[in-house]
């Protein structure tokens, strides 16, 4: 049975460029979550996605956007980047949509933004 | 305005005693708590997990506390050994709903 995973691991871009981070569920999983994690803080909740279509959404702004595939592997996408989005990005994947109380976690892609 | 607090950024403890993670909650709403650990380069990983209809919950060296009065709960690790070494999250949500994650707690086992 294969884990999460995610690409890339690090990532460095310029103020006002796009991202696009990835994420593999794990095998038979069929909700992915995303959250951001700040030096210091605990996993902040971006959005969920559960069949391929977006089920709960945090207090981010529209510029971090996501997909999720027909193989439940999600993206995620923020543009117009800004310094503070420099974190560590998490996602996780799990067998039901909102509600399900056990998320399996990737390793994380940490984003540097200068 | 932070709804899950853990006011302890790092603990130390040596091997063999009892490691205590404090975590706080704010919204009364909060019904589902979870904790995760951490180590360096991985993700979070599920721990324990309680519901607000019971006050303690135990599998093997780890049993968490919930005192819903007080809006706290703690998890106890016992005996604490060497590879606890890691950060620990406190979570809560209300129920169907997504989770609110604590800054986490360091916790340093010494041998």
């Known amino acids: 049975e294969t884990g999460v995973t995610q690409s890339p691991t690090h990532l460095i871009k310029t103020r006002g460029q796009q991202v696009t981070l990835r994420c593999s569920s794990q095998?038979?999983?069929?909700?992915v979550s995303w959250y951001q994690q700040a030096l210091g803080q605990g996993p902040q909740f971006i959005f969920q996605?559960?069949?391929?279509?977006?089920?709960g959404r945090g207090n981010f702004p529209p510029r971090f956007s996501g997909l999720q595939f027909p193989n439940y592997s999600s993206e995620l996408n923020v543009n117009a980047l800004e310094l503070d989005d420099s974190a560590l990005y998490l996602c996780?994947?799990?067998?039901?949509?909102?509600?399900?109380?056990?998320?399996?976690f990737g390793p994380g892609t940490r984003l540097t933004v200068t | 305005d932070q709804q899950v607090k853990q006011n302890s950024p790092s603990l130390s403890v040596q091997e063999g005693r009892i490691s205590i993670l404090n975590c706080d909650y704010t919204?009364?709403?909060?019904?589902?708590f979870l904790w995760y650990k951490k180590y360096p380069a991985e993700g979070p990983t599920f721990l324990i997990s309680?519901?607000?209809?019971?006050d303690k919950n135990e599998d093997g060296r780890f049993t968490v506390f919930l005192n819903k009065s007080a809006k706290h709960l703690s998890l106890h690790i016992v005996p604490s050994q060497p590879g606890d070494s890691a950060v620990y999250f406190c979570?809560?949500?209300?129920?169907?709903?997504?989770?609110?994650f604590g800054p986490g707690t360091r916790l340093s086992v010494l041998p």
């Open positions: 996780a994947s799990s067998l039901e949509g909102a509600g399900t109380y056990e998320q399996y």
């Open positions: 095998s038979g999983h069929n909700t």
């Open positions: 996605y559960y069949r391929e279509e977006e089920n």
């Open positions: 919204n009364s709403m909060f019904d589902y």
């Open positions: 309680i519901s607000s209809i019971k």
């Open positions: 979570a809560a949500a209300p129920y169907g709903q997504n989770f609110v």
